[in-house]
């Protein structure tokens, strides 16, 4: 059995609001040895985002409002600051290439952030609406990125919400959905044949068809995440695949798995 750790940013990974998976045969017993609990890496960050698990074991992560940071987690435990003034990045992802990418909240767009923490600029928009609030970011295997973009706080009534896709090479990001309240966490299955997208607000994890143009087809159900309170959200956020874990944020945690999960960079 191999085994790895899941290094989280959120202090409450499978609590409660954990997935009701339809393919969890015996729950987190597979996944989680019996006993383990949740280490703290650290605190006193201020609104922590964006795990990304790095070739060498280390991990990426970001802190959100005020902090504005980019941080890393070396294998032997040390925390560094990769990017300052970030703009709010949030989720990260690897390309194909294993360049990191991510999504600047406030600034509005998706970015390749190089070793020396520049970042470029790879999309603001399709060329005519504009990003709101990019939230989270997925890559394919020909380097297209999956980009959700739920609009900033709060919920305007009427406002919609878009889920983009970004070909390789291209600069214009096409909507390829509009129909969920607020995407967030997202995440491709491994033969890159399926999207999967969970709703902030609603208790719905949803799935779709992937076509060969990157759009989408046959939005359906994937999951219900349990134990929301009526009338609250539901708080779904980043996603990662070995099945698929959700997070429902602040101090870093690890925990030992059971699992070393996908054989593929990141997420």
Same mark, same amino acid.
């Given at each position: 059995?191999?085994?790895?750790?899941?290094?989280?940013?959120?202090?409450?990974?499978?609590?409660?609001?954990?997935?009701? =998976?339809?393919?969890?045969?015996?729950? $987190?017993?597979?996944?989680?040895?019996?006993?383990?609990?949740? &280490?703290?890496?650290? &605190?006193?960050?201020?609104?922590?985002?964006?795990?990304?698990?790095?070739?060498?074991?280390?991990?990426?992560?970001?802190?959100?409002?005020?902090?504005?940071?980019?941080?890393? =987690?070396?294998?032997?435990?040390?925390?560094?600051?990769?990017?300052?003034?970030?703009?709010?990045?949030?989720? =990260?992802?690897?390309?194909?290439?294993?360049?990191?990418?991510?999504?600047?909240?406030?600034?509005?767009?998706?970015?390749?952030?190089?070793?020396?923490?520049?970042?470029? #600029?790879?999309?603001?928009?399709?060329?005519?609406?504009?990003?709101? #609030?990019?939230?989270?970011?997925?890559?394919?295997?020909?380097?297209?990125?999956?980009?959700?973009?739920?609009?900033?706080?709060?919920?305007?009534?009427?406002?919609?919400?878009?889920?983009?896709?970004?070909?390789?090479?291209?600069?214009?990001?096409?909507?390829?959905?509009?129909?969920?309240?607020?995407?967030?966490?997202?995440?491709?299955?491994?033969?890159?044949?399926?999207?999967?997208?969970?709703?902030?607000?609603?208790?719905?994890?949803?799935?779709?068809?992937?076509?060969?143009?990157?759009?989408?087809?046959?939005?359906?159900?994937?999951?219900? =995440?349990?134990?929301?309170?009526?009338?609250?959200?539901?708080?779904?956020?980043? $996603?990662?695949?070995?099945?698929?874990?959700?997070? #429902?944020?602040?101090?870093?945690?690890?925990?030992?798995?059971?699992?070393?999960?996908?054989?593929?960079?990141?997420?």
């Amino acid at each position: 059995m191999r085994t790895g750790f899941l290094l989280a940013v959120c202090g409450a990974a499978f609590l409660p609001g954990c997935a009701d =998976l339809p393919q969890s045969a015996g729950g $987190m017993r597979a996944v989680v040895a019996d006993g383990a609990q949740p &280490e703290l890496v650290r &605190e006193g960050f201020t609104f922590t985002e964006g795990p990304l698990g790095m070739p060498d074991g280390g991990l990426y992560f970001t802190d959100l409002r005020a902090a504005q940071r980019i941080h890393r =987690l070396d294998p032997s435990g040390r925390i560094s600051v990769v990017r300052e003034k970030s703009n709010t990045t949030n989720g =990260l992802a690897y390309t194909p290439k294993g360049e990191l990418v991510g999504v600047e909240d406030t600034g509005k767009r998706v970015s390749k952030i190089g070793q020396d923490g520049r970042a470029t #600029a790879l999309t603001a928009g399709d060329g005519e609406r504009p990003l709101m #609030a990019p939230n989270d970011l997925i890559v394919d295997a020909k380097g297209g990125i999956y980009i959700t973009d739920p609009g900033p706080r709060p919920l305007v009534p009427g406002r919609k919400a878009y889920v983009y896709f970004l070909p390789a090479g291209s600069a214009k990001a096409a909507a390829v959905d509009d129909s969920i309240v607020l995407p967030n966490g997202l995440t491709l299955t491994l033969d890159g044949r399926t999207l999967i997208v969970v709703d902030t607000v609603g208790d719905t994890i949803f799935a779709f068809d992937v076509q060969p143009d990157g759009t989408l087809r046959n939005k359906r159900p994937f999951a219900k =995440l349990r134990d929301i309170p009526t009338g609250k959200d539901s708080g779904g956020d980043g $996603m990662a695949i070995d099945r698929v874990y959700i997070t #429902a944020q602040e101090g870093l945690y690890r925990m030992p798995m059971l699992t070393a999960g996908p054989d593929r960079l990141g997420k």
